[in-house]
């Protein structure tokens, strides 16, 4: 009998399915040189990212990048996993646009007025997989 891998690759269905199972993540982007990582509560929607923002840092720094990273993971006792998105970030503007979005009922978790969807178009994304336990040896 073989052992389980600790670490596991997983495919991109299975990439979008996990990402579509949680509703908080962590965008990445830059402002100048410097890296700056926001929590954002987000739906999928066709395999896009999709999040609202308000004015500020975050929407600043979305729109001046013409790529982003946005990383979402879970875990429970026994092992979990992590899904990273590169992709480009988009204002939604359109009246088409915002109404698609609207119809994904992404709600926001704080009472503060966040008028601004931000969809990030993948370019790539990719997923790991972790079983949890002791470390060969050490048992």
């Not at 997983?10 to 509703?23: A, H, I, N, P």
């Not at 890296?35 to 840092?57: C, D, H, M, S, W």
């Not at 979402?72 to 939604?92: C, E, K, N, Q």
Request: charged share 25%.
């Amino acid at each position: 009998m073989t052992p389980q891998s600790p670490v596991s690759v997983l495919g991109e269905d299975e990439c979008w399915q996990l990402l579509s199972s949680v509703t908080l993540g962590r965008l990445v982007s830059t402002i100048g040189t410097r890296l700056e990582i926001f929590p954002v509560n987000f739906i999928v929607q066709r395999r896009t990212v999709l999040f609202r923002t308000a004015e500020g840092t975050k929407l600043i720094s979305a729109l001046l990048n013409d790529r982003v990273l946005f990383e979402a993971d879970d875990h429970t006792v026994v092992g979990g996993w992590s899904v990273i998105v590169r992709g480009v970030p988009a204002l939604l503007e359109s009246a088409d646009e915002i109404a698609e979005a609207e119809r994904g009922q992404l709600l926001s978790w704080i009472s503060t007025t966040k008028r601004r969807y931000i969809r990030i178009r993948p370019k790539e994304i990719s997923g790991r997989r972790f079983v949890f336990g002791a470390v060969p040896g050490d048992v």
